[in-house]
């Protein structure tokens, strides 16, 4: 609304005011000039227009020796989102060079600012990712002769020192040029050549592994997309042994190619390689599809038992347990419950959320037995059912809490179980776990403090 009524006002003004006010506002905020300049420019000197103002705002958010703090780092890169603005702006107008000109301008500068800057709240990765998202859509929507001087621009930046020891930019800007290859053999050769010289870079640094095998990932996408997709299979294939992260790839395209007893060859060979621990979870999802597609029921209830034994994030555990329920006929669930629970700790994720979603009281009281804080999570749903047990965990729980605390901000936390306890129980259990801290702690006044307004709230409680 105000920036409505702001316009609107800016709307009535001569054009002699509007330029005084511009002026002002330059002169106020100096780097509002180069911001004109860019914006408002014939495109004459545009990058290096483009780089001065990234410089203001790097300098200007400089503190002592040149640094900038997680603080100021926002602040900091301003003027890179500015220049992504205007390069978006540019490719609406179909200026695909000049956009990606910008962009890889913006990129460089964003990596060198490592080298003077807290990066903690991830502006280098927010502003990289927004720099290769808009160099993807001009790379997909430059015609053929511009897609040809995007590839130059986009492997010259590629090739620059910046990028030693930072390799994931290195290989996402590499990634880019699969777009503007557009099947020419010259440009296929070009980007060859240059994830040669990328795989020589890496070589000189002291943990080459993961950059290769990155760049090895990406020759087989190059490949896919300069001769076809069997042309990069044959690659993933003969290379295998050296790169075992191939095997999902190959998985899926077995799959897709309905060649069930080598998509089974592949999944087993991938989860018997020691390498590939960190892609098991998705090698039992490709084990999972494809014993859905041939119609084997029993190996895909085993294939979700074991995602669900192997799962890392609560999302999965709910959606890979409900897959695995609704396999199992009604006469055979609570068995197969059973000894999915005897695998698992008490305490165990997994376990807390069958109990919840089946409701069995008696595993939830089990995880809080294991891990007494989780009743503070399910002190609600147990209370009805075990209430003596419920008081005497929170009331175990708040004598811990009371031996630990040694400052107010800590008194605080424990006053807040209290209120929680008497939520959970009735206030009498409250007000009684009240007067018994103020009577083994009546030396603390700081507890006596927050413990008198702890009273007054839990009395008001209904």
């Known amino acids: 609304?105000?920036?409505?009524?702001?316009?609107?006002?800016?709307?009535?003004?001569?054009?002699?005011?509007?330029?005084?006010?511009?002026?002002?506002?330059?002169?106020?905020?100096?780097?509002?000039?180069?911001?004109?300049?860019?914006?408002?420019?014939?495109?004459?000197?545009?990058?290096?227009?483009?780089?001065?103002?990234?410089?203001?705002?790097?300098?200007?958010?400089?503190?002592?020796?040149?640094?900038?703090?997680?603080?100021?780092?926002?602040?900091?890169f301003s003027g890179i989102y500015q220049v992504l603005e205007h390069a978006k702006a540019l490719a609406d107008q179909g200026e695909y060079e000049r956009g990606v000109k910008l962009n890889l301008k913006v990129l460089g500068r964003a990596v060198d600012s490592l080298q003077f800057m807290d990066d903690s709240n991830g502006e280098v990765s927010t502003a990289a990712s927004l720099t290769m998202n808009q160099l993807t859509r001009s790379a997909e929507e430059a015609d053929d002769s511009t897609a040809g001087t995007l590839l130059t621009l986009i492997l010259k930046e590629a090739r620059l020192k910046r990028y030693n020891g930072w390799s994931d930019f290195r290989?996402?800007?590499?990634?880019?040029?699969?777009?503007?290859?557009?099947?020419?053999?010259?440009?296929?050769?070009?980007?060859?050549?240059?994830?040669?010289?990328?795989?020589?870079?890496?070589?000189?640094?002291?943990?080459?592994?993961?950059?290769?095998?990155?760049?090895?990932?990406?020759?087989?996408?190059?490949?896919?997309?300069?001769?076809?997709?069997?042309?990069?299979?044959?690659?993933?294939?003969?290379?295998?042994?050296?790169?075992?992260?191939?095997?999902?790839?190959?998985?899926?395209?077995?799959?897709?190619?309905?060649?069930?007893?080598?998509?089974?060859?592949?999944?087993?060979?991938?989860?018997?390689?020691?390498?590939?621990?960190?892609?098991?979870?998705?090698?039992?999802?490709t084990e999972r599809r494809l014993y859905s597609l041939t119609g084997n029921r029993e190996k895909e209830k085993e294939s979700l038992r074991n995602m669900l034994l192997a799962r890392n994030m609560m999302l999965e555990i709910e959606k890979t347990y409900q897959q695995w329920k609704e396999l199992h006929e009604d006469s055979e669930w609570e068995t197969a419950l059973k000894q999915l629970l005897n695998e698992l700790s008490a305490s165990d994720p997994l376990a807390i959320h069958i109990g919840m979603e089946e409701d069995k009281p008696e595993v939830l009281l089990a995880g809080?037995?294991?891990?007494?804080?989780?009743?503070?999570?399910?002190?609600?749903?147990?209370?009805?059912?075990?209430?003596?047990?419920?008081?005497?965990?929170?009331?175990?729980l708040v004598d811990h809490g009371a031996r630990m605390a040694t400052n107010r901000k800590q008194y605080r936390a424990l006053c807040r179980l209290v209120k929680q306890c008497a939520k959970v129980n009735g206030k009498a259990q409250g007000i009684e776990l009240i007067a018994k801290l103020r009577n083994e702690y009546p030396r603390r006044s700081a507890l006596m403090e927050e413990l008198e307004k702890t009273e007054q709230a839990v009395a008001r409680f209904t």
Request: proline share 3%; hydrophobic share 35%; aromatic share 6%.
């Open 171 to 285: 290989i996402e800007l590499l990634r880019v040029s699969l777009p503007v290859m557009r099947g020419e053999k010259k440009r296929h050769e070009k980007v060859e050549k240059a994830l040669d010289d990328a795989a020589e870079a890496a070589r000189q640094t002291s943990y080459p592994d993961y950059e290769l095998e990155q760049l090895e990932l990406l020759r087989a996408c190059i490949l896919d997309e300069a001769e076809g997709k069997e042309a990069g299979n044959a690659f993933r294939q003969e290379r295998i042994n050296e790169h075992p992260d191939f095997v999902l790839e190959l998985a899926a395209y077995y799959l897709d190619r309905e060649e069930w007893d080598n998509a089974e060859a592949m999944i087993e060979t991938g989860k018997r390689h020691k390498k590939l621990v960190h892609i098991q979870q998705s090698l039992l999802e």
């Open 368 to 396: 809080c037995e294991k891990d007494l804080w989780k009743i503070r999570e399910l002190g609600p749903r147990l209370q009805p059912v075990y209430p003596d047990i419920v008081r005497e965990m929170f009331s175990q």
């Open 1 to 76: 609304m105000a920036d409505k009524k702001a316009a609107e006002l800016v709307g009535k003004l001569k054009k002699e005011e509007l330029l005084d006010l511009v002026r002002t506002w330059m002169h106020a905020y100096p780097e509002l000039e180069k911001d004109v300049e860019l914006r408002l420019g014939d495109g004459k000197d545009e990058v290096k227009l483009a780089g001065e103002l990234i410089t203001k705002h790097f300098t200007s958010a400089k503190g002592s020796y040149g640094f900038i703090t997680a603080s100021r780092s926002h602040e900091a």
